[in-house]
């Protein structure tokens, strides 16, 4: 979905590390180029054993840059190296350099690089699938993605070692779309007060029990990384859920659907875009019991609730110059239904999201949404919720102007 007229005349730094996948680079670098991008490398001495720099400078016809010490004419060469690009990819990214960046370890100039940087920074990792799927790894994936690092998972297949399974590098198409993407939208919301709701909500029951739904949270979470890589100043309302707040992101905490009502409304002054990504109860129960409910109390037969408070038509109904984008969970009638809503509650667009799919449901790494507003009703292809977070904004940011 990348503007690729937007990435042209942008610079990136491509991170190569010590992986058989590293000849892949060479093919990143070219789709790149392709696009009008000016590509500088960065490799681990590891990486040289796969692919010579000689290889990268015949590419790109820029210096490649290997050692902390390797230029003398710029004693630190970390520091002007983050500085240049408007967006770095690490491609591919080994286990070993995951786990550095993730503890904030800094012992080489890919290292340092990136640890100096403040653009945006895609993360394509390929290895055996055991590492990959070891909880360390995971957790360092996770620590990243909180950091706002836009991972690129790997593919299931054949690996070099032999063994088949999750960890082979992505496609290189898919690699370079989302480093188009990132350098497109590297400072699109400077200026903008962004304001997101996210995870689902818990209407108490009882002081132990509660209704709610299957919302993880990561839709939301994906947004405010990507606003933030952005430029924007964002503020993250969120029902209980087990992810980190984003780095550089505020992060409000709550509980209930009057909770979320009241963080949002007393926030949104102040905010220019809205983007309701939660997925809040529809009711909450009439009269929680003060006290845990018990079986010997006898039979639960039935649960009187309320409707909750709706946060998205409350706010659309002041919005003035805000954007306000809603979100759609639905299983049948997609488009009809989100057509609907979106007039209904009278936000700028609705993002619907057909959870009946495997692929697009709560939980999952990936959606396929369509995008609907007043004038346009538009699928978007399958793709990760990190790389769909950034799409989204952009057509956010894109109706201000309509």
């Given at each position: 979905?990348?503007?690729?007229?937007?990435?042209?005349?942008?610079?990136?730094?491509?991170?190569?590390?010590?992986?058989?996948?590293?000849?892949k680079?060479?093919e990143?670098?070219?789709?790149?180029?392709?696009?009008?991008?000016?590509?500088?490398?960065?490799?681990?001495?590891?990486?040289?054993?796969?692919?010579?720099?000689?290889?990268?400078?015949?590419?790109?016809?820029?210096?490649?840059?290997?050692?902390?010490?390797?230029?003398?004419?710029?004693?630190?060469?970390?520091?002007?190296?983050?500085?240049?690009?408007?967006?770095?990819?690490?491609?591919?990214?080994?286990?070993?350099?995951?786990?550095?960046?993730?503890?904030?370890?800094?012992?080489?100039?890919?290292?340092?690089?990136?640890?100096?940087?403040?653009?945006?920074?895609?993360?394509?990792?390929?290895?055996?699938?055991?590492?990959?799927?070891?909880?360390?790894?995971?957790?360092?994936?996770?620590?990243?993605?909180?950091?706002?690092?836009?991972?690129?998972?790997?593919?299931?297949?054949?690996?070099?070692?032999?063994?088949?399974?999750?960890?082979?590098?992505?496609?290189?198409?898919?690699?370079?779309?989302?480093?188009?993407?990132?350098?497109?939208?590297?400072?699109?919301?400077?200026?903008?007060?962004?304001?997101?709701?996210?995870?689902?909500?818990?209407?108490?029951?009882?002081?132990?029990?509660?209704?709610?739904?299957?919302?993880?949270?990561?839709?939301?979470?994906?947004?405010?990384?990507?606003?933030?890589?952005?430029?924007?100043?964002?503020?993250?309302?969120?029902?209980?859920?087990?992810?980190?707040?984003?780095?550089?992101?505020?992060?409000?905490?709550?509980?209930?659907?009057?909770?979320?009502?009241?963080?949002?409304?007393?926030?949104?002054?102040?905010?220019?875009?809205?983007?309701?990504?939660?997925?809040v109860?529809?009711?909450?129960?009439?009269?929680?019991?003060?006290?845990?409910?018990?079986?010997?109390?006898?039979?639960?037969?039935?649960?009187?609730?309320?409707?909750?408070?709706?946060?998205?038509?409350?706010?659309?109904a002041?919005?003035?110059?805000?954007?306000?984008?809603?979100?759609?969970?639905?299983t049948?009638?997609?488009?009809?239904?989100?057509?609907a809503?979106?007039?209904?509650?009278?936000?700028?667009?609705?993002?619907?999201?057909?959870?009946?799919?495997?692929?697009?449901?709560?939980?999952s790494?990936t959606?396929?949404?369509?995008?609907?507003?007043?004038?346009?009703?538009?699928?978007?292809?399958?793709?990760?919720?990190?790389?769909?977070?950034?799409e989204?904004?952009?057509?956010?940011?894109?109706?201000?102007?309509?």
């Open positions: 979905m990348a503007n690729l007229a937007a990435a042209q005349g942008k610079t990136a730094l491509v991170c190569v590390t010590g992986c058989i996948a590293a000849y680079a060479c990143i670098v070219r789709g790149l180029q392709k696009a009008g991008v000016r590509v500088k490398v960065c490799m681990t001495e590891h990486a040289t054993s796969f692919v010579g720099p000689t290889t990268f400078r015949a590419l790109t016809h820029e210096e490649v840059a290997v050692g902390l010490f390797d230029n003398p004419s710029d004693p630190i060469h970390h520091i002007s190296l983050a500085k240049e690009p408007d967006a770095v990819l690490i491609a591919p990214a080994t286990a070993n350099v995951i786990a550095k960046i993730a503890h904030g370890e800094a012992d080489d100039l890919l290292t340092t690089t990136v640890l100096a940087t403040d653009v945006p920074v895609v993360v394509a990792p390929a290895m055996n699938v055991g590492m990959w799927q070891a909880p360390v790894t995971q957790d360092n994936i996770s620590a990243l993605e909180a950091l706002g690092y836009d991972i690129v998972r790997p593919a299931t297949g054949y690996l070099a070692c032999g063994d088949t399974g999750e960890g082979k590098l992505a496609e290189v198409d898919e690699i370079v779309a989302r480093t188009l993407a990132a350098l497109q939208t590297s400072c699109l919301l400077a200026g903008e007060r962004v304001l997101i709701t996210a995870g689902g909500t818990h209407e108490a029951i009882d002081p132990v029990r509660f209704i709610g739904n299957r919302s993880t949270g990561k839709m939301g979470y994906a947004l405010a990384r990507a606003a933030r890589a952005m430029g924007a100043e964002v503020t993250l309302v969120t029902g209980p859920s087990n992810l980190s707040i984003p780095y550089g992101v505020t992060g409000v905490r709550v509980t209930s659907a009057a909770e979320m009502h009241a963080a949002v409304s007393e926030r949104f002054e102040n905010a220019t875009m809205l983007i309701c990504a939660a997925a109860a529809d009711y909450t129960p009439a009269n929680p019991a003060g006290e845990k409910l018990s079986k010997a109390d006898g039979e639960l037969t039935s649960i009187p609730v309320v409707k909750t408070a709706d946060i998205l038509a409350d706010m659309s002041q919005k003035g110059e805000r954007i306000v984008v809603g979100f759609a969970a639905e049948n009638n997609l488009e009809e239904r989100a057509r809503k979106r007039a209904r509650k009278g936000c700028d667009a609705i993002v619907a999201n057909d959870v009946s799919r495997t692929d697009s449901t709560f939980g790494d959606d396929a949404v369509t995008w609907v507003t007043e004038t346009c009703v538009e699928p978007l292809p399958c793709m990760g919720k990190q790389a769909l977070a950034f989204l904004l952009r057509r956010a940011h894109m109706l201000k102007s309509q």
